[in-house]
């Protein structure tokens, strides 16, 4: 595993712990990590920075996650990059709201640290 | 008899229909008749002015052709054949149009000169070359004197005649002059198309001599019209003239006859018709007439019973009503009563002999001098009276009597007779009397009872008040309690989200750790924070129900539905429980019957179903096998947990699905839980469609099935 190999990774999420240790556990695994705590500036980095995949919290301050989704497949955003929906706040039909408004996936809330970095990449593959 | 009826009248319509049709045939036929021999004289006629016509033309040309050859042939005679023969024959053309040519033969009969030239190539034709022109020319030399010959074919085209005159110099025969007449162009001079006349057909003729055959001029086939041959004498024999009408005079009236006929059919028709119609009419009437006879009959018989039987009623009623008559005859001064009167006055009707007096003398004493007064009054005044008064009879027994009189008057407007009647009322008039003795009783009574009940209104009035002011303080505390209620329910599901958050952190952290991402762990460590993960997972767990249940409570909890792989949810379950399972040693094991089960619900919510009844099981077994059973019929998905842990008594199973409470566990708590997990299941699945049973025996084990809908009917 080198360095260069890995894609970059945007993270959309409010709150710093889950912050943190969604940036350490993707840091650990060697991918180049860029972080914003709202929507805006999200969408501001995603369209600078091109990540390959986007993580992004449904419950945010300003915009709701199925919004960020939506803004970002319409703002030009290569079509290639994968964005997943993280949420602890799985309801019925919460999955395939995401689908619905641009998500190529879902992971839930509580992360487990073993198989969260695993999910990802194979949503990325998939996409792929 | 009916149809006896019927053929007579068909038969006597029928004659009246076929007369009036002979007759009108008759007449019909005759006008037609006359018509046909107007048509026909007026056609004779007409024939006769044409023969005529065409005969007189015909002499005329005979005339003008002789002196036309004459001429020429004397011209001849005397000069010999003119140099200027043109100018001549020019000259003769003018004179008479319908002369078409002029010609002279030489002696031996062959044509030397003709004019006009053109259209007459005749000249070096010998005339004598044919049988019947010779002969003709041989009978003209012989008899020095003119002649006609004809019918002749034209060598310039045509049938024409030809007039020879023959010309003899010094007595001997030195050729013919002759004139050439087309028949069209003699036709034509007579304004006749005699090829395509619309009225006639033409013909024209010259009868042999010797064989009484005729020669024709025209095509027309003449040989069955003999009747209008006209014959024209010439000095060279017989001619014939034809005019025969194109239009036969039957045809022009057989219009005549058929319209003829037709009006006469209908005529007929119509009398028919007509004569059945009347005759109808009057069987109609007098059959009415029967009816109506026979009808008036039985209402007669009818009415004569009816009185019959009024008047023994009237008897009957006057008795039972003991309602009795009578009548004053004033002039005879004479008072009849009815046998109800004799019974009423309790009189022998044959002994007893009615007057006045004897009238009054059985009223009452006290009563007879207002009855006497009332009577003598209403003669007085001509005025009808009603009056209830009492009789006297012995022992002083009394009876009430109600009297009604009238009065009938004469023309003169004197009055001629009382008739009135006189009801026996004793037995109302003592029970009206009681009744009134009742009423009074009575009013009394109710006037005591309305003071009493006026008290007790008040005494409700004033609790109504009470209960009133009690309701509306209850409504309040009613609406209190339902918003602390709603206010519950919206406070546990804020908090159990806030409550959520930090635990990821410390779930995640937690796994982080163990992972040894951060740096080695010894065991001591490993052990502890293992215990940390285990207690978050069981607090999340706890927390989760809490948002449900609450959710559930605020009737908040939505569920939407998406197809998935049932079996898939299920494996997935199960492996997440597996490890649980085997650290009790329990064996878990399926039973499915299907190879794939595609299900519309809410998938999440399902496998939270799952996860429930298969972690109860576990919780609530030491020993033996977990059986899940999946089978599919009439459109629902069956999925059977059967366990062989501690049961649950018939006693408990009613509350086991009712929330917050834990069987068993609510004195000993052996098993963790919130004792929300059931109660959250039942409403889930009801939720999505499906229902849960239970079947479960204490000590030997318990079997929860539940049955969801493949399809939700709501999302069809």
Same mark, same amino acid.
């Given at each position: 595993? !080198?360095?260069?190999?890995?894609?970059?990774?945007?993270?959309?999420?409010? /709150?710093?712990?889950?912050?943190?240790?969604? !940036?350490?556990?993707?840091?650990?695994?060697?991918?180049?990590?860029?972080?914003?705590? /709202?929507?805006?500036?999200?969408?501001?980095?995603?369209?600078? /920075?091109?990540?390959?995949?986007?993580?992004?919290?449904?419950?945010?301050?300003?915009?709701?996650?199925?919004?960020?989704?939506?803004?970002?497949?319409? /703002?030009?955003?290569?079509?290639?990059?994968?964005?997943?929906?993280? !949420?602890?706040?799985?309801?019925?039909?919460?999955?395939?709201?995401?689908?619905?408004?641009?998500?190529?996936?879902?992971?839930?809330?509580?992360?487990?640290?073993?198989?969260?970095?695993?999910?990802?990449?194979?949503?990325?593959?998939?996409?792929? | 008899?009916?149809?006896?009826?019927?053929?007579?009248?068909?038969?006597?319509?029928?004659?009246?229909?076929?007369?009036?049709?002979?007759?009108?045939?008759?007449?019909?036929?005759?006008?037609?008749?006359?018509?046909?021999?107007?048509?026909?004289?007026?056609?004779?006629?007409?024939?006769?002015?044409?023969?005529?016509?065409?005969?007189?033309?015909?002499?005329?040309?005979?005339?003008?052709?002789?002196?036309?050859?004459?001429?020429?042939?004397?011209?001849?005679?005397?000069?010999?054949? *003119?140099?200027?023969?043109?100018?001549?024959?020019?000259?003769?053309?003018?004179?008479?149009?319908?002369?078409?040519?002029?010609?002279?033969?030489?002696?031996?009969?062959?044509?030397?000169?003709?004019? *006009?030239?053109?259209?007459?190539?005749?000249?070096?034709?010998?005339?004598?070359?044919?049988?019947?022109?010779?002969?003709?020319?041989?009978?003209?030399?012989?008899?020095?004197? @003119?002649?006609?010959?004809?019918?002749?074919?034209?060598?310039?085209?045509?049938?024409?005649?030809?007039?020879?005159? *023959?010309?003899?110099?010094?007595?001997?025969?030195?050729?013919?002059?002759?004139?050439?007449?087309?028949?069209?162009?003699?036709?034509?001079?007579?304004?006749?198309?005699?090829?395509?006349?619309?009225? @006639?057909?033409?013909?024209?003729?010259?009868?042999?001599?010797?064989?009484?055959?005729?020669?024709?001029?025209?095509?027309?086939?003449?040989?069955?019209?003999?009747?209008?041959?006209? *014959?024209?004498?010439?000095?060279?024999?017989?001619?014939?003239?034809?005019?025969?009408?194109?239009?036969?005079?039957?045809?022009?009236?057989?219009?005549?006859?058929?319209?003829?006929?037709?009006?006469?059919?209908?005529?007929?028709?119509?009398?028919?018709?007509?004569?059945?119609?009347?005759?109808?009419?009057?069987?109609?009437?007098?059959?009415?007439?029967?009816?109506?006879?026979?009808?008036?009959?039985?209402?007669?018989?009818?009415?004569?019973?009816?009185?019959?039987?009024?008047?023994?009623?009237?008897?009957?009623?006057?008795?039972?009503?003991?309602?009795?008559?009578?009548?004053?005859?004033?002039?005879?001064?004479?008072?009849?009563?009815?046998?109800?009167?004799?019974?009423?006055?309790?009189?022998?009707?044959?002994?007893?002999?009615?007057?006045?007096?004897?009238?009054?003398?059985?009223?009452?004493?006290?009563?007879?001098?207002?009855?006497?007064?009332?009577?003598?009054?209403?003669?007085?005044?001509?005025?009808?009276?009603?009056?209830?008064?009492?009789?006297?009879?012995?022992?002083?027994?009394?009876?009430?009597?109600?009297?009604?009189?009238?009065?009938?008057?004469?023309?003169?407007?004197?009055?001629?007779?009382?008739?009135?009647?006189?009801?026996?009322?004793?037995?109302?008039?003592?029970?009206?009397?009681?009744?009134?003795?009742?009423?009074?009783?009575?009013?009394?009574?109710?006037?005591?009872?309305?003071?009493?009940?006026?008290?007790?209104?008040?005494?409700?009035?004033?609790?109504?008040?009470?209960?009133?002011?009690?309701?509306?303080?209850?409504?309040?505390?009613?609406?209190?309690?339902?918003?602390?209620?709603?206010?519950?329910?919206?406070?546990?599901?804020?908090?159990?989200?806030?409550?959520?958050?930090?635990?990821?952190?410390?779930?995640?952290?937690?796994?982080?750790?163990?992972?040894?991402?951060?740096?080695?762990?010894?065991?001591?460590?490993?052990?502890?924070?293992?215990?940390?993960?285990?207690?978050?997972?069981?607090?999340?767990?706890?927390?989760?129900?809490?948002?449900?249940?609450?959710?559930?409570?605020?009737?908040?909890?939505?569920?939407? @539905?998406?197809?998935?792989?049932?079996?898939?949810?299920?494996?997935?379950?199960?492996?997440?429980?597996?490890?649980?399972?085997?650290?009790?040693?329990?064996?878990?094991?399926?039973?499915?019957?299907?190879?794939?089960?595609?299900?519309?619900?809410?998938?999440?919510?399902?496998?939270?179903?799952?996860?429930?009844?298969?972690?109860?099981?576990?919780?609530?077994?030491?020993?033996?096998?977990?059986?899940?059973?999946?089978?599919?019929?009439?459109?629902?998905?069956?999925?059977?947990?059967?366990?062989?842990?501690?049961?649950?008594?018939?006693?408990?199973?009613?509350?086991? @699905?009712?929330?917050?409470?834990?069987?068993?566990?609510?004195?000993?708590?052996?098993?963790?839980?919130?004792?929300?997990?059931?109660?959250?299941?039942?409403?889930?699945?009801?939720?999505?469609?499906?229902?849960?049973?239970?079947?479960?025996?204490?000590?030997?084990?318990?079997?929860?099935?539940?049955?969801?809908?493949?399809?939700?009917?709501?999302?069809?």
């Amino acid at each position: 595993m !080198t360095n260069n190999m890995k894609p970059s990774i945007l993270i959309i999420e409010d /709150n710093e712990q889950n912050m943190y240790m969604l !940036t350490y556990l993707l840091e650990k695994s060697n991918y180049k990590v860029i972080i914003a705590y /709202n929507g805006i500036d999200g969408l501001k980095l995603a369209h600078e /920075n091109h990540p390959e995949i986007i993580l992004i919290d449904i419950q945010l301050p300003d915009m709701d996650g199925y919004e960020i989704c939506a803004k970002l497949r319409h /703002n030009g955003l290569p079509k290639n990059t994968t964005i997943i929906a993280v !949420t602890s706040y799985a309801m019925g039909g919460d999955k395939e709201k995401a689908i619905e408004a641009g998500a190529d996936g879902y992971i839930e809330k509580p992360i487990n640290p073993d198989t969260f970095v695993n999910q990802m990449e194979s949503i990325h593959v998939a996409k792929n | 008899m009916k149809s006896n009826t019927l053929y007579l009248y068909l038969k006597k319509h029928f004659v009246a229909g076929f007369i009036t049709f002979i007759i009108l045939l008759f007449i019909a036929q005759y006008i037609a008749y006359q018509q046909y021999l107007i048509n026909k004289n007026e056609q004779k006629k007409e024939i006769t002015n044409e023969v005529n016509l065409v005969k007189e033309k015909l002499q005329a040309l005979v005339m003008y052709n002789y002196s036309a050859t004459k001429s020429l042939a004397y011209i001849i005679e005397r000069n010999g054949i *003119p140099p200027d023969f043109e100018s001549i024959a020019i000259d003769l053309l003018e004179r008479h149009d319908y002369f078409d040519a002029v010609e002279l033969v030489d002696s031996n009969g062959v044509i030397t000169h003709v004019y *006009p030239q053109k259209d007459n190539e005749v000249i070096g034709f010998n005339i004598m070359s044919s049988n019947v022109a010779s002969r003709g020319a041989l009978t003209t030399i012989k008899r020095k004197d @003119f002649f006609i010959a004809g019918p002749v074919n034209l060598k310039q085209g045509g049938v024409g005649m030809i007039s020879r005159q *023959p010309i003899f110099i010094d007595d001997k025969f030195a050729g013919f002059s002759a004139v050439v007449i087309k028949l069209s162009t003699f036709f034509n001079d007579l304004n006749i198309n005699y090829e395509n006349d619309s009225r @006639f057909d033409y013909q024209i003729s010259r009868v042999n001599k010797k064989t009484g055959k005729e020669d024709f001029f025209l095509e027309n086939d003449m040989s069955s019209f003999e009747e209008f041959a006209v *014959p024209i004498e010439m000095s060279f024999g017989e001619w014939r003239l034809y005019v025969v009408p194109k239009h036969n005079t039957i045809k022009s009236v057989i219009w005549f006859v058929v319209i003829g006929f037709m009006i006469a059919i209908v005529g007929g028709w119509i009398v028919w018709l007509l004569n059945g119609q009347s005759e109808r009419y009057s069987n109609l009437i007098s059959v009415k007439l029967t009816k109506q006879e026979s009808e008036l009959k039985s209402i007669h018989e009818i009415t004569r019973d009816r009185i019959k039987k009024s008047e023994s009623n009237l008897k009957r009623a006057q008795h039972i009503a003991s309602l009795g008559s009578w009548e004053l005859d004033i002039e005879m001064n004479k008072l009849t009563w009815s046998a109800e009167m004799f019974r009423i006055f309790e009189k022998d009707s044959k002994k007893f002999e009615v007057t006045q007096q004897r009238f009054y003398d059985a009223i009452h004493p006290d009563d007879r001098s207002l009855v006497i007064k009332l009577i003598t009054d209403s003669i007085m005044n001509k005025k009808p009276y009603q009056i209830t008064y009492r009789l006297l009879f012995d022992k002083n027994r009394i009876k009430y009597v109600d009297e009604h009189c009238e009065i009938f008057y004469d023309e003169n407007q004197i009055p001629k007779k009382f008739f009135g009647t006189l009801q026996d009322v004793t037995v109302r008039i003592v029970n009206e009397k009681e009744l009134l003795n009742y009423k009074n009783n009575l009013e009394n009574l109710v006037s005591l009872r309305t003071e009493e009940l006026n008290d007790s209104k008040e005494a409700l009035l004033n609790l109504l008040e009470d209960i009133n002011y009690q309701s509306i303080e209850l409504e309040k505390e009613k609406i209190k309690a339902q918003s602390a209620d709603l206010m519950k329910s919206a406070f546990l599901a804020t908090m159990s989200h806030e409550l959520r958050t930090p635990m990821n952190s410390i779930i995640g952290f937690t796994g982080i750790l163990s992972k040894e991402l951060a740096g080695p762990l010894n065991e001591e460590q490993k052990k502890q924070l293992a215990m940390v993960k285990n207690s978050g997972e069981h607090l999340l767990g706890l927390i989760n129900d809490i948002l449900d249940i609450s959710k559930i409570e605020a009737g908040k909890l939505k569920v939407s @539905f998406y197809p998935f792989d049932y079996l898939t949810s299920l494996e997935k379950t199960i492996a997440f429980l597996l490890p649980q399972a085997s650290a009790k040693g329990l064996k878990m094991i399926t039973e499915i019957t299907e190879m794939h089960i595609t299900l519309i619900s809410d998938e999440r919510r399902v496998e939270q179903i799952l996860l429930n009844l298969l972690s109860n099981a576990i919780k609530f077994s030491t020993k033996g096998t977990i059986l899940i059973k999946v089978g599919v019929k009439d459109n629902l998905l069956i999925t059977q947990i059967i366990d062989q842990g501690i049961g649950i008594s018939n006693d408990d199973i009613i509350k086991l @699905f009712m929330l917050f409470i834990q069987i068993e566990g609510g004195l000993s708590r052996n098993h963790e839980g919130t004792g929300l997990g059931l109660a959250i299941c039942k409403n889930l699945i009801e939720k999505l469609g499906g229902t849960i049973q239970v079947e479960s025996q204490l000590g030997i084990g318990s079997n929860f099935t539940f049955k969801l809908p493949l399809e939700n009917a709501k999302n069809k």
